[in-house]
C-alpha cells in the first residue's frame, strides 16, 4: 500500500472543488465520474448498468419550500425558513391562515400541558428546558407529546429550540430527504412540527416562551409550509467495478469491498476554520454527534488559547465546505488502493466487487439501493466489507484512539468463522491492530450496526463487516480535511482489508452461516 498514493487521491476527491459531494449535487457527480476513471485507469471491469461502472439510482428529493413565509397578521412580523424556523412533516402543503398560536406549556413537564378544548386548530407553542441541548433530547422529549390528547386536535406544533440545533445540522435539514418513492405527498396526516428561534417564539406568543402562562394567546397568523418533490440536480449513482477471479468455478462468486462517496455538502455560511477546529476540539469531541453547547469559562480560555497558536502558524481562514476527507474519503481510496494493488498481483481466486456507494449519509440509501437491484446475483456475494472513516483514530482523536486502534462491527452477527478469518488476517500484520468490539454489542445507543453499508448486506445474509477508526472532533465538520489525515494509519487499514478479502477470495468455500438468513431484509435494523 502506497501511502503517497492514498494521499494524492484523497486530496483530489476531498478538494473544494468537489463541494462537500452532498448527494444530487455537482461534486458528487463530479466524484462518481473520478472514482470511473479510476477503475477503468486500473483496468477493472464496469459492473454497472448497461455495461457502465455506473448503477443509477431514481432518487427523488423532497424538501421544503424556502420560500415558504409565516406571517403574524397584526404585527406583520415574518417567520422565514431557515432563519426563523424549521419546518418537519410530510404534507405537500401546511396551511397557517387564520390558526393564532397558544402556549401549550414545556415539552417535559405534562402536568403544564395543555387540554385538549382550548388547543384544537390552534399551533400549540412549547417551550424547551434548559436540559435538553440537542435535536435528539428534543425529539425524544416530543414522543409522548405527540400521544397527548391536545396535539391530536391541534393545527400543529412550535417547539422553541432551533437555537439548541448545531448551525453544521442546518444545511443538511434544509436539504431535505432523499426517496424513491413516486406517490404524491399526502395532504393530511399527523399535525407538523415547526423548530423555532427564541426570538420567533416570541414573535408568535407576543410575551417570553419561558415565562407565558398556559393557554396564553398569540396573534393570528398567515401563510402556509410547502414541501416539493424534485429530480435530483444530478442523478446519484453507486459504482461499480469487478476484477475477475482466477479460478474457471469460484470466479463466479464475489467478495465484496466498499465504501461511500457521498458527503454532507456545504455549510450555508463560511464559519472561520481555526476557531471551529479549536471549539470541536475542546466542546465537541465528537463533532456533530456532540451535543452543541457554549463553552464554559475555563473551556473558552483553552479555546482561545488554541485558535491563538493556529493563528500564529497561519492567516485566518474562512471555510464553508465539508471536504468529508474522512467520512468516507478515506474509504473511498483505500478501496482504489486495494484495487490497484490487487489489480497488479494477479488477483484471486474468486472475483472482487468493489463498490463505491452513493447517499451513505442519507441514510444508507445506496448501498440499500444495491443489494435490492444487485448487479451480480445476490446469492454469489459471499462476503462484504465496509470501510467508512478509516483515517484518523490516533489518541489526539479520542480516547482510546491509537496506532493499533480500529473498530470492527458485525464481523460475527452472522458468521463465527468470517469473524475468526478477519482475526487471523489480522494476526498476520506486522503491527496488528486490537479490535474494538464494543460498538457491535446488542442495543448499543449509537446504533454502528445499523449505521453503516455493511448492514445493507448483513440484511440478506451475507457475512458483512463495517471498519473504522471511529469518529472525532472533525466528524461531519468543515475541518474533515486531507491535512489532518494519518496516510500511515490509512494505508494499514486498507492493507487488513485487503489481506482478508484475499483470504476469503481465495478460500476453497464461502464462509459458513451459523443459521439461516434474515426472512425479511426490510424489517427495521435492531442493534
Known sequence: MSTDSLRFALYALADDSMGGRQTGELGDWKAQEWIAAQFRRLGLQPAGDNGTFFQVIPFKRVFVDTSSRITIVRTQTTLAVGRDMLPFGGRSTWSLAAVRPVFGGWVDRPDSWLDSTTARGRLIVLAVPDSARNLRQIFGGLAQVRQ????????????????????????????????????????????????????????????????????????????????????????SRNVVAVLPGRDSVLRREYVSVSAHHDHVGFTGRPVDHDSTYAFNRVVRPMGADSPMRAATPAESSRVQSMRDSLRAAHRPRADSVFNGADDDGSGTVALLEIARTLSRSGGTRRSVLFVSHAAEERGLLG???????????????????????IGRGNATDLPKGGT????????????????????????????????????????????YYCRADHYSYARYGIPSVSLSRGEHAD?????????????????????????????????????????????????????
Open 148 to 235: 397527548s390528547p391536545a396535539y391530536k386536535v391541534a393545527a400543529g406544533l412550535a417547539v422553541v429550540g432551533l437555537d439548541r440545533l448545531a448551525p453544521d445540522l442546518l444545511p443538511q435539514f434544509l436539504a431535505g430527504r432523499i426517496t424513491t418513492d413516486t406517490t404524491p405527498l399526502p395532504t393530511t396526516g399527523p399535525a407538523p412540527l415547526l423548530l423555532v428561534t427564541p426570538a420567533a417564539g416570541r414573535a408568535l406568543l407576543g410575551a417570553d416562551p419561558s415565562t407565558a402562562r398556559q393557554g396564553q394567546l398569540g396573534d393570528s397568523l398567515s401563510g402556509e409550509i410547502r414541501n416539493l418533490r424534485t429530480p435530483l440536480a444530478y442523478p
Open 367 to 389: 448501498s440499500a439501493w444495491y443489494t435490492d437491484h444487485p448487479t451480480v446475483a445476490r446469492d454469489s456475494i459471499v462476503g462484504e466489507v465496509d470501510m467508512d472513516m
Open 404 to 447: 493499533t486502534y480500529l473498530e470492527v462491527v458485525g464481523a460475527r452477527r452472522l458468521s463465527k468463522q468470517y469473524g475468526d478469518l478477519l482475526e487471523q488476517a489480522n494476526a498476520t500484520l506486522p503491527t496488528p491492530f486490537v479490535f474494538d468490539y464494543e460498538f457491535d454489542a446488542p442495543g448499543h445507543p449509537l446504533q
Open 475 to 527: 466528524y461531519h465538520q468543515v475541518t474533515d480535511e486531507p491535512a489532518y489525515i494519518d496516510y500511515r494509519a490509512l494505508a494499514r487499514v486498507a492493507t487488513l482489508a485487503r489481506n482478508f478479502v484475499t483470504a476469503v477470495a481465495n478460500r476453497d468455500q464461502r464462509p459458513t452461516l451459523d443459521g439461516p438468513k434474515p426472512s425479511d431484509p426490510h424489517v427495521a435494523c435492531r442493534q
